[in-house]
């Protein structure tokens, strides 16, 4: 399906039937990333669709265009009045501002590997990776997208001290879906009008908070936080995977998913 939102017109995709949830991918993929999940809920009807600049979508640059709104314009389209939200990384930020600013369109909330809107700067990666961040700005100076992707790679699908970790098709399927997102032009400046790391503790709707043994130390503080001011907010550490561990297919993250999905 095409739906209208703003300056874009999102690709989106219903499967199965039921109660209602929406996937929000990270920055890193499209909506092709949660197939593992959506094969995982069979008893429930889930809506994927692709952001600005990812997979199918097309847009006009537009400054302060809204990732809630997009989101929001989903659930329109397909006449959900309120759905638990999966999402991950950058589509965290936006599930957890949309729970925020739209609670009545949020039951409930799964978040994986979640970025925060108003959260520390990252402004350099962790003791350690100093290679790897003067690699990865080398490649962004000369636009060197085949590096990139596969630096990319190694940070969020691997894990940053575990390149190589993932082959196969989740491998290869990452780097199609990294590389539209790098070639894809700027959508424009999204609006900043939340601040949910310190706004988190008036979240009042069931939350599950997934983090990856392998992801970045600040990923895991995003994940710290919201466990300790989020109500009931339930944290697992996840052995053995790192920044996307759906895309993996790691049983426990499906495990983890579907039993709090169909206990809600």
Request: aromatic residues 6%.
């Amino acid at each position: 399906m095409e739906i209208t939102s703003g300056s874009a017109v999102l690709a989106a995709a219903e499967t199965g039937s039921g109660p209602d949830v929406l996937l929000v991918h990270a920055g890193v993929t499209d909506q092709r990333s949660w197939r593992h999940v959506v094969d995982a809920l069979p008893g429930h009807r889930c809506l994927t669709y692709d952001a600005r600049g990812y997979g199918r979508t097309t847009y006009q640059p537009e400054d302060g265009w809204s990732p809630v709104d997009d989101a929001v314009a989903v659930l329109d389209e397909y006449d959900v009045e309120r759905a638990v939200v999966i999402a991950c990384s950058m589509g965290g930020r936006t599930a957890l501002d949309l729970a925020l600013t739209r609670p009545e369109r949020v039951r409930a909330l799964v978040l994986i590997g979640t970025a925060i809107t108003g959260a520390p700067d990252l402004e350099h990666l962790e003791p350690g990776l100093e290679d790897v961040e003067a690699r990865y700005d080398a490649a962004y100076e000369a636009k060197d997208l085949d590096e990139l992707n596969r630096l990319e790679a190694e940070i969020w699908l691997d894990g940053p001290f575990h390149p190589g970790r993932v082959t196969g098709p989740a491998r290869d399927l990452f780097l199609d879906m990294n590389r539209i997102a790098l070639e894809a032009p700027e959508p424009g400046d999204p609006c900043q009008d939340i601040d949910a790391w310190a706004s988190c503790g008036d979240l009042t709707v069931p939350t599950l908070v997934l983090i990856g043994e392998y992801d970045l130390a600040h990923t895991h503080a995003n994940a710290a936080h919201l466990a300790e001011h989020v109500s009931g907010a339930r944290l697992v550490d996840l052995p053995g995977v790192a920044h996307l561990p759906h895309l993996e297919a790691d049983q426990r993250t499906l495990t983890e998913i579907a039993a709090f999905v169909d206990g809600l």
